[in-house]
């Protein structure tokens, strides 16, 4: 029976593990986790699924798949600490930034990297995925299999990782942001209290989701059918169509710049070990 190993208990290890419980893809006995503290979020998880193996580095050379779940400049580390007898452990980097070549360089271990997204936590969302060279077939299916549990797995070229994290794991919070705004204004421009502008926004955000993913729709297709031509909602969304690729061209140019940044840092920091 297969076990997946832990490094670090964040909020997304902890949306994966309890996705994979939930779902029955694991029991708690195949779940070794390894982190440096031990977190409320940890000892709950422990509370009510006792069988979780909280584990120590070594351990882990027992698991078939070793997900690393620590901050972008923590990986590599990590990487270090490991025992040469997880060398043949499939590990999968869940970090932003840590390129497979980088992750290439502190271990000979088959390695992914997987972009999580929090509303997986809802059981959705796109799971970005990029294999290095020596991933074999059975570990790449493995993964799958595992991601699929809670998402949809798309396998994409790295290149394109830091551009499409935006559109699967930022998101969220950048449609939030966006929103909120929206809520904000309705406030500024009618009697609205600003609790009826976030209901009906929500679930106007849900339903828009449903339709698009349930009806197939495009997003134009969706603006054609609320729009009617000479319209009210027409007037609206023209607004937004002149307005908005600047404001989403700027999020692109502050974004890559930041994820270029993050790189120089896990550069420099990796120069020093
Ligand atoms: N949050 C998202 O939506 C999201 C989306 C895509 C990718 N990611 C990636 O997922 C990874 C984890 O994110 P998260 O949101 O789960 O973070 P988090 O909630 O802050 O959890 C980070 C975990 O890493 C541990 N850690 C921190 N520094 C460490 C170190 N130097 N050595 C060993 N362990 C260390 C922390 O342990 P302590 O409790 O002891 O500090 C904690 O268990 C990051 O690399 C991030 O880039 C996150």
Redesign the pocket.
């Known amino acids: 029976m297969e076990t997946i190993g832990i490094i670090?208990?964040?909020?997304?290890?902890d949306m994966m593990v309890q996705k994979w419980l939930e779902k029955e893809v694991l029991n708690a006995h195949q779940i070794m986790i390894h982190?440096?503290?031990e977190?409320d979020r940890l000892l709950q998880l422990k509370d009510r699924h006792q069988e979780i193996n909280i584990c120590s580095l070594n351990e882990l050379s027992a698991c078939d798949v070793l997900f690393i779940?620590?901050?972008?400049l923590?990986?590599l580390?990590?990487l270090d600490q490991l025992p040469s007898a997880a060398k043949s452990v499939h590990t999968v980097s869940?970090?932003?930034a840590v390129t497979l070549d980088k992750l290439s360089k502190h271990t000979t271990q088959p390695i992914s990297r997987y972009?999580?997204?929090?509303t997986s936590a809802v059981g959705t969302g796109v799971s970005l995925v990029a294999h290095g060279e020596t991933a074999g077939e059975e570990e790449k299916a493995r993964l799958h299999r595992l991601l699929s549990a809670f998402s949809i797995v798309r396998e994409i070229e790295e290149d394109q990782f830091d551009a499409a994290?935006n559109l699967t794991?930022s998101s969220p919070g950048f449609i939030a942001a966006l929103f909120e705004e929206m809520a904000k204004a309705a406030v500024r421009n009618s009697e609205l209290s600003l609790e009826e502008a976030y209901e009906f926004l929500t679930y106007a955000l849900l339903g828009t989701g449903q339709v698009l993913v349930e009806r197939g729709l495009t997003f134009a297709e969706t603006v054609d059918r609320v729009a009617t031509k000479g319209g009210i909602t027409g007037e609206g969304a023209e607004v937004i169509q002149k307005q908005a690729p600047q404001m989403f061209d700027d999020l692109y140019t502050q974004t890559m710049k930041k994820y270029e940044q993050l790189k120089s840092q896990i550069n420099e920091a990796d120069k020093h070990h």
């Open positions: 670090g208990y964040g909020s997304m290890a982190t440096r503290s977190t779940c620590v901050p972008p923590a990986v580390d990590v869940v970090a932003a972009i999580p997204t929090l994290s794991s």
